[in-house]
């Protein structure tokens, strides 16, 4: 949990000390998150995690890791048009794995991703494309959410839909010819075909103060059938949870 602490925790001040000095008239938020999400990876077990939450959003620029993006046209209600960097986890660690065999495999190493996102009213589209060099491949995300004000609360249903290109699920789940020769064949080579991972989630924010939120973020997923096809897979459903306080400031 510790190196997960850290990176997350430098990567965010540098984005929002960077924006802080380029934005004018900015808002964000500060908070601390504890995440609790299960694993698609054989003998991983279920992963726990302190995240820093930092957010600086100003009349262009934003910074809500893991995006740092630009407004392209002023943000309405009805739409909004941006571009940026995105940093992009692979979350698998051998090291986690309670398999020998899995344990001899290559880390995944996290990439930088560059993206176009636009929102139409409830609707949004991202498209982001590795630009660090560690897979070269690219991903097209659909996603819709629905804000529910309930008193103090604010409850949000979403629904999403990813494809994610054929090089980025082969870094993500195929195996090489030398990581299998590592194990003697107990893990076999594979190439990766493309994948897809559908998402259904609840988001809930309760007003504590004026400028205090506590949230609860729920969030099932499943991947298409084709994931299960690797030998590093063992299912192809995963839940997380998210709870945590964030100051708005």
Known sequence: MTPYFFKYCLISVFITLSLTTTTVKAKGSIGVLGALSESIYKDMETDTRLIPNLSVKGERFYATFPDIGYHLIPQTKLQALSAGLSYQTADFDPDDSDNSDIQQLNDRDDSVMAFAQYRFGLLSTKVAQDISGTHDGYYVRFSIGLPIPNGNWVFIPS???????????????????????????GIAAYNADATSVSSIGLRSIYKLTPSTNFMLALKHNQYSDNVLDSPIIDQKRFNSVIVGIIYNF
Request: aromatic share 8%.
């Open 159 to 185: 629904i999403s839909h990813q494809y994610t290109s054929r090089k980025m699920s082969q870094h993500l789940y195929g195996v090489s010819q030398t990581e299998s020769d590592r194990t003697s064949g």
